[in-house]
């Protein structure tokens, strides 16, 4: 290189702006690379997976794009930023769109590059050296990786979720069985475990809202809870009954009243909070059923028995 | 530690206005100091000459007609010569007069009041709500507008913001928004479309989500399809029975308009719940001469209202399609889809949009107040570098450059994320043509003047030469702020000039055409024109394709008199075809390769027919 480049570079990071050194350097070294090839410039290995392709471009967007750095005084920085964001989508959007035609299936380009021309013979004394170090290609040593991923991920289910889930998405981007068939459907259950997790949370926010009076927030959370673990009754219940106190829309409570009933038929608050929306909602007929359902649960229910005489 | 300042964010709604912060990490709505969380986007001026805005002036509205402005979002920005505020016109009660550049103005009390101004009282309105609600001043903003609106709606938005006190750090698409608050702390990865007709437009957007990054994959839309077409179906309705019934158009007579219109929306609001609704409007109208006054009294079925707006409903799904297809999405690839706006509780179009995606769409976020809830996501996003959200955002309409023969030539295509740049290489239409003029343009139209032009500049103190000879280097570029200059350079001189696109040029189409038909002495050419290659590979593999099927066709109907009438026309098509696959005009081109397929169809439904028949 010549010396030039190097003072330019000195200048650079001398330049007096709002980012540190090791953020100008990261910069820098990204900026060197932006005339090598689309793997390269997304700090890919080629024969990445397009999941990959889309993670890389959004973490190396969380570093380069320039709206992390609103308001900060730059410098050439912000043209710099600019340039590599740009050609990084660029890399993406050809990435993407090669890999949506024809997705790696084989490790054909690995296998080509490993065979030269040249020997024709039935036996090859370099084969053995050849399928060693075909062995240790990226792309044969990651089917290793992925499936000690996979299990790691395995172990962490149930107590760290998202753990799992990030394990997961890199064993799929290495591919292989682990990372084609395993992880997917692992994937399926970590995100299930993370959902419940959640809403449980999520139930905890609500209790603790509508403990300090504050319905809308109390309301929020329900339905959060309930959106998450659509199979929580709990959850339905009381997004039910807190949309209705906090003055929402009746439909959208009904919706989940309505799944606290399917979930529960024999809870009888849910059926009475079905009942009073929809009759505030003129919905008589329905209104009427389930408040008889109600009654049926407790033939004494005071409330139950006076939302009905409305109806009527 | 001083605390940082208070950032808010604002939907500045066509009916209604919300706006929301981010504190602690969570958004959340500020309700205005009555209480409510969505404020009325309406500006009026009383008798006394008091200005009034939000609720207040809603509900004098009725009373006050001529001076009660609403709807404003639908001519912001716009020219008033424009075919939209033309309509606009006829429909609104209050009046619209010309300003001194074409803009729009609108008439209230003695004076004319600009239309930033109008949106500036609601935003103004919307900054005390939140410096009553925080305690503390706020100047910082950032405020939502349609995915469809154009460079120069999105310009007269900020200015609104500037007049009201407000540095608008960032105009930020609703489809996006609501995107960004549905998808804030859910842990979703995939695709997901959001759908939110409003109050005046439909925007659709897809995007991709991961890890906390929001990544616009396409976004479209339509600025003159939302809930208040829906009022008009039913005002419409209702006037076309009263005149039948009573011989009155009630369209001149612009207090019972404004209650219509009341009347309209609340009947509407209430058909999302109900299978039926009245609609009561005593003393409706007064004849003149002493008699007594009519009153209006209808009903209105779900039912009926379906079978009123269900062409409005279908148009919506219409979009929805193009928008997918643009972004080469699959219905199937979605994730979610996430429905906004008011109008997306009406059960028909839930049931348009649930049929077409064969799927629920999802529930749970509050559709009126989540645009505003995303617009604060981003405004946190911008200030907290800390933040997790980063929203990659893309070009809503094709920018491009008009060329000779007065076509338009796209450098940045729709749906391109920004920043981003191009450069292209042009170069003089005419022999000793020492000046290029560049109009930049904004839209998706090959013919340039059914663009808008943005901006134009001229490079002068070209070399005398030949026609194609001089090289012209033209460079869009969009910055991170979203603002577009444009440059243009001699590549042998270096001379160059640039333009930074400010102001809204917004002229009428005829206008522009007038315009580059003057300047077509001084217009750019395009090297080897992509388009020109595209259709002429277009024409060539048509003509091939029908030229196949002529033996086949002249086997089965030759002898017939409408066989050789056709096959004789067939192939004179492929004669001139091929003639004018010689030449650059890209019209003629358009049109022969549209004339080969449509023959092309004909033999083969010909052959299918002929054939099964054997």
């Known amino acids: 290189m010549p010396s030039g480049t190097d003072r330019s570079q000195d200048d650079a990071l001398n330049e007096a702006v709002d980012l540190d050194l090791d953020r100008k350097r990261e910069i820098l070294a990204r900026e060197a690379l ?43 920085f912000r043209a710099r930023l600019e340039r ?77 979720p998202e753990k799992a889930l990030h394990l997961l998405e890199q064993a799929k981007a290495l591919g292989g069985h682990a990372g084609k068939d395993r992880a997917p459907a692992l994937e399926v259950e ?49 997004a039910a009954r807190w949309l209705l106190k906090a003055g929402h829309p009746l439909a959208e409570a009904r919706g989940f009243a309505q799944r606290a009933v399917t979930l529960r038929a024999d809870h009888l608050p849910s059926q009475l909070v079905l009942g009073e929306i929809c009759l505030r909602m003129g919905m008589g007929s329905v209104a009427r059923r389930h408040l008889e359902a109600a009654l049926k649960l407790d033939p004494r229910n005071a409330e139950a028995k006076a939302l009905l005489r409305q109806v009527r | 530690m001083a605390e940082q300042e208070p950032v808010i964010g604002i939907d500045l709604g066509t009916t209604n206005s919300v706006v929301a912060i981010v504190q602690s990490g969570q958004p959340h709505v500020i309700p205005n100091r009555t209480g409510q969380n969505l404020t009325p986007s309406i500006v009026a001026v009383t008798s006394a000459g008091k200005r009034l805005v939000g609720q207040l002036a809603k509900r004098q509205a009725i009373t006050n007609p001529e001076n009660t402005v609403y709807a404003a979002k639908r001519l912001i920005g716009r020219k008033f010569s424009s075919d939209q505020v033309r309509r606009a016109r006829e429909a609104l009660p209050y009046q619209i007069v010309c300003g001194e550049h074409d803009d729009v103005r609108v008439q ?41 609106f154009n460079d120069g709606q999105r310009q007269a938005t900020k200015d609104a913001g500037r007049i009201a006190g407000l540095d608008v750090l960032r105009i930020l698409n609703e489809p996006t928004a609501a995107a960004l608050a549905y998808g804030f702390g859910k842990q979703v990865t995939g695709k997901i479309a959001v759908f939110d007709l409003g109050g005046g437009t439909l925007d659709v957007s897809v995007l991709e989500v991961a890890r906390g990054v929001f990544d616009v994959v396409a976004t479209g839309g339509d600025t003159y399809l939302g809930g208040e077409d829906f009022d008009n179906r039913i005002i419409e309705m209702l006037v076309m029975n009263f005149a039948k019934e009573h011989g009155v158009d009630l369209r001149k007579e612009r207090m019972a308009l404004q209650r219509l219109k009341d009347a309209a929306e609340r009947a509407k609001i209430e058909l999302s719940e109900l299978n039926e609704t009245n609609i009561n409007l005593p003393f409706l109208y007064t004849p003149p001469g002493g008699t007594s006054a009519i009153h209006l009294q209808a009903t209105l079925t779900r039912a009926r209202f379906e079978e009123l707006t269900q062409d409005l409903v279908e148009r919506t799904v219409e979009i929805v399609d193009k928008v997918l297809n643009e972004a080469n999405v699959h219905p199937d690839e979605l994730r979610e889809i996430v429905l906004v706006g008011g109008m997306t509780r009406m059960p028909a179009v839930q049931k348009a949009v649930r049929r077409h995606f064969q799927r629920d769409p999802s529930k749970g976020v509050h559709p009126e107040e989540v645009v505003a809830l995303g617009a604060a996501l981003q405004a946190d996003a911008l200030m907290q570098p800390s933040s997790q959200v980063l929203l990659l955002d893309v070009t809503p309409q094709s920018l491009g450059v008009a060329i000779a023969g007065g076509y338009n030539r796209v450098l940045i295509p729709k749906n391109t994320t920004v920043p981003t740049s191009v450069t292209e290489l042009f170069h003089t239409s005419r022999d000793g043509q020492t000046t290029v003029k560049i109009m930049v343009l904004q839209g998706e139209s090959e013919l340039a003047h059914q663009n808008e032009l943005l901006g134009e500049f001229i490079l002068s103190g070209l070399r005398l030469a030949p026609r194609g000879e001089v090289e012209i280097e033209v460079t869009f570029e969009i910055n991170s702020e979203g603002i577009v200059s444009v440059s243009a350079r001699d590549k042998e001189t270096g001379l160059e000039q640039s333009i930074t696109v400010t102001a809204s040029g917004g002229l009428t189409p005829e206008e522009l055409k007038n315009i580059l038909e003057q300047q077509a002495d001084s217009m750019l050419e395009a090297r080897i024109s992509s388009e020109v290659e595209q259709k002429r590979n277009a024409l060539t593999s048509a003509a091939a394709e029908v030229s196949a099927l002529i033996p086949r066709v002249r086997q089965l109907t030759g002898s017939s008199e409408f066989g050789r009438e056709a096959l004789r026309r067939a192939e004179e098509v492929i004669a001139s075809a091929r003639a004018a696959a010689q030449g650059e005009d890209l019209a003629a081109l358009t049109d022969w390769v549209d004339q080969l397929e449509r023959t092309r169809v004909l033999f083969v439904g010909v052959l299918e027919r002929l054939g099964a028949r054997q």
């Open chain 1, 34 to 76: 932006l005339g090598r090839d689309d793997w390269t410039v997304l700090g890919l290995k080629p024969g990445a997976t397009a999941e990959a392709v889309k993670l890389a471009y959004f973490d190396a967007s969380r570093v380069f794009h320039p709206d992390r750095y609103y308001g900060k005084n730059l410098g050439t």
């Open chain 1, 190 to 238: 970590a995100k299930q475990q993370l959902n419940s997790n959640r809403a449980e949370d999520e139930m905890k926010t609500g209790s603790a809202a509508a403990h300090d009076g504050d319905a809308t927030a109390a309301a929020r959370a329900y339905v959060r809870a309930s959106e998450l673990d659509p199979r929580r009754a709990d959850a339905a219940y009381e």
């Open chain 2, 108 to 148: 209230m009390a003695e004076k004319a009041v600009s239309l930033p101004e109008i949106s500036a009282a609601v935003l103004r309105e919307l900054k005390l709500d939140a410096e009553a609600s925080l305690g503390r001043p706020v100047s910082k903003a950032v405020v939502t507008v349609p995915a469809y």
């Open chain 1, 84 to 160: 590599i964001f740009q050609r990084l989508s660029e890399a993406h959007e050809t990435l993407t769109e090669a890999l949506r035609r024809s997705p790696p299936s084989a490790p054909s380009r690995p296998a080509a590059r490993g065979a030269p021309g040249g020997s024709t013979a039935g036996v090859d004394p370099r084969a053995d050296e050849r399928r060693a170090r075909l062995a240790r290609h990226p792309y044969l040593a990651s089917k290793a990786r992925a499936g000690a991923l996979v299990e790691e991920a395995q172990r962490q289910m149930r107590t760290a």
